[in-house]
């Protein structure tokens, strides 16, 4: 499957919402459903039945608020709360080039890097319908986006 055929692929390719650059789309990779769903499998035990981590799964949770302004039942993020999210995530990991996966549900899911995840956020996390999950091969991080539009951060998660 191309990224064209992803499931998610209007929020990335639909001048109503936003249009990648070539040369960003050539960089984020679906995922075949059984390897999503490995991914997904490993990492959704780490959620309550609520949708938010549990907390005494890591060593450290650290939350960054992510929500914009809410009219006629769209909500749009302004540019300068865009750029402070993106710092507060660089900050944490700062390796631009680390091969991340995104993760909405069992069988959606695309690789990319954390600089292009990190960079395009707010049109991967889209706040009251998305609850996903990014996590680097080398899980030394797990990040999750919350539908109520804020990230956890959580460090060394426990195996």
Not at 30 to 55: C, M, N, Q, S
Not at 60 to 82: F, M, Q, Y
Request: charged share 25%; hydrophobic share 40%; proline share 9%.
């Amino acid at each position: 499957m191309s990224i064209r055929e992803h499931p998610l692929a209007w929020r990335w390719t639909d001048p109503k919402y936003v249009e990648f650059p070539p040369e960003v789309l050539a960089q984020i990779s679906p995922l075949d459903a059984a390897t999503a769903a490995a991914v997904h499998d490993r990492w959704f035990p780490y959620f309550d039945k609520y949708g938010e981590v549990i907390p005494n799964r890591f060593a450290h949770v650290e939350i960054c608020p992510t929500e914009g302004t809410w009219k006629d039942n769209a909500c749009s993020r302004e540019t300068p709360l865009i750029g402070q999210v993106t710092d507060w995530l660089r900050d944490r990991e700062p390796d631009i080039t680390l091969p991340v996966t995104i993760s909405w549900q069992r069988d959606w899911a695309v690789r990319t890097s954390w600089g292009i995840f990190t960079q395009w956020w707010d049109d991967f996390c889209y706040p009251s319908s998305d609850d996903a999950f990014i996590v680097a091969d080398r899980p030394r991080w797990f990040l999750a986006f919350h539908h109520e539009d804020w990230f956890s951060f959580c460090h060394d998660p426990s195996a």
